[in-house]
């Protein structure tokens, strides 16, 4: 399948769990077509970059390692991803990998991997975003705080910071994480 013929299959995902599910299993049926989904995904300002996105997402969440041959890229392009629709689950991704238990994907993460992931979930933190790709920040951030040091400290600042002017699901997960960090004094 050609980057063209995957852009026109993807007019056809949508929310459903059924139709991400779906395309994602013909990607990891077809780990070839990783790259041209990242190609549609990393068209930013194209309606059906978000579309790439769900669908890198589900795949990630079923098969996190199909996607270790593009922490490169991945890495290296994320912060260029603005619609909102596409910021979400490219911040799951993130937290994906950093959760990951994964021996491979553990191998894989570089650091430069992990420095571009932290700056990316900070971004998402100061910038204007919904409470979903902060959510995902806060999370990631704070698993990778344990491995670099400057980390909690400027996560704990912005989220005393920003605490009262967020909505409430901000401030549920910002209460568990600064409980988290104050327990891990």
């Known amino acids: 399948m050609t980057t063209a013929e995957l852009y026109n299959e993807l007019n056809y995902v949508n929310h459903s769990r059924e139709k991400r599910l779906y395309y994602a299993n013909m990607v990891m049926d077809n ?46 392009n994320m912060s260029k991803v603005h619609l909102d629709s596409a910021v979400r689950p490219v911040a799951k991704i993130c937290e994906l990998l950093i959760k990951a238990t994964n021996p491979n994907i553990e191998k894989a993460l570089t650091e430069t991997h992990k420095e571009r992931i932290i700056e990316n979930c900070f971004d998402y933190m100061i910038n204007d975003e919904k409470v979903a790709p902060k959510a995902y920040a806060m999370s990631t951030l704070f698993i990778l705080g344990k491995e670099f040091d400057w980390v909690h400290p400027e996560l704990q600042l912005i989220l005393e910071r920003d605490f009262h002017q967020q909505s409430a699901a901000f401030k549920a997960r910002a209460r568990h994480i600064l409980k988290k960090l104050k327990k891990d004094r």
């Open 31 to 76: 780990p070839d077509l990783i790259p041209k989904l990242l190609d549609i995904l990393f068209r930013v300002d194209d309606k059906i970059s978000p579309r790439a996105a769900w669908v890198l997402e589900f795949m990630c969440s079923k098969k996190i390692e199909a996607i270790i041959p593009f922490l490169d890229r991945f890495t290296e």
